[in-house]
DNA sequence: CAGTTATATGCTTGTCAAGGCATATAAAAT
DNA sequence: ATTTTATATGCCTTGACAAGCATATAACTG
């Protein structure tokens, strides 16, 4: 999986990072919250893992998922020059208009 | 193509949208620009456009297009609290304490 | 009208990925 | 040691989708 963006795009690994945001949980549950086989699960977490955007911890049998939102730095990053467009649109313009008038 | 995450998935398309972002172009610019034949292109912006992501302008032959970036708030949206964890963490995790304190 | 330019669409193929099911692995409990 | 619990992995089927190529559409040009 190249890029972040591709991680995204499935809503099962959206949903999951939604749910490891309230705070780490073990596989079992986190398959219990999205309504899901727990194999399914289990390779979802591995690309997320790969990916590095959550991380593992061992509990005996239990392997509990702890979200690395690090990763989506990336896309917020991408998204930054768009975020202009609906944020501050008028300032910036000024701004534009300002430097024209030099 | 449910949700604009799915857009992004693409390189293509956020190529595209990045070359969008300079200013409206028509179809075979974008295609110069991208090193890419035409009918590929077309299907892209295709989606873009269902996707109201970008619009159409006719020009006589040519088909100007032109980025219309509302659609990305969904995803600015859906990233906004993961936000939160790389910027003003220490801020946040205070507030938590202060109100703990009470 | 014939020809040319610009773009869209149809068809096909290759690729990749998600989830279901069965099974392997590993630790805990009895 | 056997059984139970928790998770991972392998195989398989199915669906989606991107791009190449050929072709359709539509507007301008001479």
Redesign the interface.
């Known amino acids: 999986m190249a ?1 972040s ?2 991680l ?2 499935d ?1 099962t690994r ?1 949903r999951l ?1 939604d749910e490891l ?1 309230m705070g780490e949980q073990p596989v079992g549950k986190l398959a219990q919250q999205l309504n899901m086989n727990q194999p399914a699960i289990s390779k979802q977490l591995r690309v997320l893992r790969e990916a590095g955007l959550a991380s593992v911890r061992v509990d005996a049998q239990q392997r509990i998922y702890r ?1 690395n ?2 990763g ?2 990336e ?2 990053d ?2 930054a ?3 202009e ?2 944020e501050g649109r008028l300032d910036a313009m000024e701004r534009t208009l300002e430097l024209m008038e030099d």
């Open positions: 890029s963006f591709a995204l795009a809503p959206r990072l945001r979200l939102p690090d989506l730095r896309i917020d991408w998204l020059p768009y975020r467009f609906w």
